[in-house]
């Protein structure tokens, strides 16, 4: 696949990937356009061991992460821009809901190990397939849907706690 073909089929799904990531439109736009960028001059150490949907979602997530660094040591990151998982169609009482939902599951997802954080946000934010999460970690799609179903347990046991707390 040429880079342009790649570039016009995967550039959207890129840019919700890291929308949902970041919260923020511009964020997006300007991590999707350094994802292409630095794929643009990497494409030849492209393996083809996974979907290039998925070697492109991987380098905006990391890009993201960076931006994420660099922007924490230029100034105090606020932890509601990490993730927003408000949907814009959404009543604004059901949206307000929903944030302070997102929130506590943001905060969540802080305290949880790898790989089920990260099995966690590509299944979600991403809407990768068992498969696809497998490829990335060198693991069976098996692996990826039972670490994604205990990362979802934890996350719904943490917020039962905080339930209970109130």
Not at 10 to 34: C, K, M, P, Q, W
Not at 129 to 143: E, P, R, V, Y
């Amino acid at each position: 696949m040429e880079f342009e073909e790649a570039y016009r089929k995967y550039f959207n799904d890129v840019y919700l990937y890291v929308r949902r990531l970041s919260g923020d439109e511009h964020i997006a736009e300007e991590i999707t356009s350094d994802t292409f960028y630095k794929a643009l001059y990497s494409i030849n150490k492209f393996r083809g061991d996974c979907d290039i949907r998925v070697w492109l979602c991987q380098i905006a997530k990391n890009s993201y992460f960076a931006y994420i660094k660099k922007r924490r040591n230029t100034a105090n990151l606020d932890d509601e821009e990490v993730l927003n998982l408000i949907d814009d169609k959404i009543l604004i009482d059901d949206a307000i809901i929903q944030k302070d939902e997102s929130m506590q599951i943001k905060k969540i997802l802080h305290t949880i190990s790898e790989p089920y954080r990260e099995v966690f946000m590509w299944r979600v934010f991403a809407e990768l397939s068992f498969k696809q999460i497998g490829q990335i970690f060198g693991k069976s799609d098996n692996w990826a849907c039972v670490t994604y179903h205990r990362s979802k347990a934890m996350i719904q046991q943490r917020l039962e706690e905080k339930g209970n707390e109130k």
